[in-house]
């Protein structure tokens, strides 16, 4: 597995950033052809081993990459957990995946909030402005734990600047809240929605910021065009 790992690090790392010998031909094309082929073999497997239909190949195979880079960057504090919000999905849905890459276990699996801003039942628009009250793509790495106006909460630092890098100073962060639940679904035909935090449900709240807090990947997805022609990390 590390040996992989390591291998798979190489491939997504820029070129310029690998001293390698002249006998070394790190850029062949039959050499990147091979670790794409074992990426793409390693993320099918791992995903078989996490046994979870609802989460996408495709989505998994982009969180990987970017948390794949970000590790490679020394950016990841607390690797191996890697949290995947798929807001392709309906709010209705549980569309908040945490996997443990090392154990191969789904940790969690939940329903989460997106911006007033952002869409209704479906996510559709998203900003890195302030008081947008959108939600914002691409990665993140948690922060820290704090007690504020929502409870237990946990900050959020985008590593994306054209996508996220004002989450921290927007007050991004991951909490509970009431309106995330089945019960509220029931009553008003869909989720509630935030000012633009991915919000959790209240009851698991505090299980799931302890296990993603102090540096681990967080990725927010949706099949924006921009999005995935213009992201370095999924490039």
């Known amino acids: 597995m590390i040996k992989i790992l390591i291998s798979i690090s190489l491939f997504l790392l820029p070129v310029s950033s690998i001293n390698v010998s002249d006998n070394v031909a790190c850029s062949s094309k039959d050499s ?3 670790v794409e082929h074992e990426f793409l073999a390693w993320s099918q497997e791992l995903l078989a081993e996490i046994n979870e239909d609802e989460l996408e190949i495709q ?3 982009l969180a990987l990459k970017g948390y794949l880079k970000l590790d490679g960057e020394n950016k990841i504090e607390k690797p191996g957990i890697i949290s995947i ?3 392709s999905k309906s709010s209705n849905k549980e569309r908040l995946f945490i996997v443990d890459i090392e154990s191969k276990k789904l940790l969690f699996k939940e329903l989460v909030a997106h911006g007033t801003k952002t869409g209704v039942e479906f996510a559709k628009y998203f ?3 302030r008081y947008s009250n959108q939600s914002s793509l691409g990665f993140y790495v948690t922060g820290r734990t704090y007690s504020g106006k929502n409870g237990f909460s946990l900050k959020l630092h985008g590593k994306e600047n054209a996508f ?5 100073e927007r007050g991004i962060v991951v909490h509970g809240a009431s309106y ?3 019960k509220f679904i029931k009553k008003n035909g869909r989720l509630g ?3 633009g935090c991915p919000a ?3 009851d698991k709240n505090n299980t799931i910021i302890n296990t993603i807090k102090n540096g681990t990947c967080f990725f927010i997805y949706y099949p924006d065009e921009k999005y995935l022609s213009h992201s370095y990390l999924i490039d």
């Open 59 to 61: 989505v998994f195979r």
């Open 200 to 202: 959790v449900p209240s």
């Open 164 to 168: 996220n890098s004002k989450a921290f």
């Open 193 to 195: 929605r935030s000012f």
């Open 32 to 34: 990147d052809y091979s």
């Open 85 to 87: 919000i798929d807001f």
């Open 127 to 129: 900003s890195n402005t």
């Open 180 to 182: 995330v639940s089945d």
